[in-house]
């Protein structure tokens, strides 16, 4: 899979290796893969909707910097979704982008000291996303990382060979997570995500989980951010980006980098 340099893999990799779930993800010096599935919702008999996996398996995506690609193995159990897998691939390695176009946005913006080749770094979905975001709230990265790693471990499902799904649709729904110290406020939230996938037809638009108790806009723009890789993401409210904005000193307009803010936020992310 071919990208357009400059590409940031370094960083990249970091920031993945930073918040990896042992099982669920993989990731060395020169390399990145994960466990997925693909989860539909159906009707039933009764006119309830339930939910299906129409495939799963896993990849590893290994970096080969001098010819600007990645070279991926895939296991898949059934192949007539391997096009959907390769697109989602490209989206969560962000192999699509013109980081040059991106960088004189930013300019425009004010922000200058760009780190080169910063790309996205997606989830391998939108509920994923919105699980991530909701157990991140106002915590550290490590502690949004130890209660991640406490859903999927105790609601995902587990193969013989050590490797571990992100937990069903129908599993986060149905779970009292009693087994994770959180407030119950941010239980129900978890909850209400879930439901609010298996019932609505609209859950894959984040704003309407505004309607939800216990979401609010940063969760739903960082679930944007890494769950559909929307590129024009500002976290204005983010404690990293006044942190960062801060510390550098800077007077930005981040409305001159639109439509490539996300790419502002996780420029000064980096420079924490």
Known sequence: LYYRPPYDWQHLQQFYAARLIEGLEWTEENSYGRTFFFEDNLEDNTSKKNTQINCKGHFTAHHNHDKHRFDVTIVIDDISHLKSVVNNIRRILDLDTDSNTIEQCLNSSGFHNHTKGLRLPGTWSLLEAGIRAILGQQISVVAACNLVKSVINELGEKTTDGKIYFPSVQALANTDYSFIKMPGKRKETLRSLANHFIHSESAN????????????PWTIDYAKMRGLSDPDIYLIGDLGVKKAMDTLGLKLDPAKASPFRSYLTFQLWNKL
């Open 205 to 216: 638009n984040p704003d309407t989980w505004l309607d939800l108790k216990g979401v609010g």
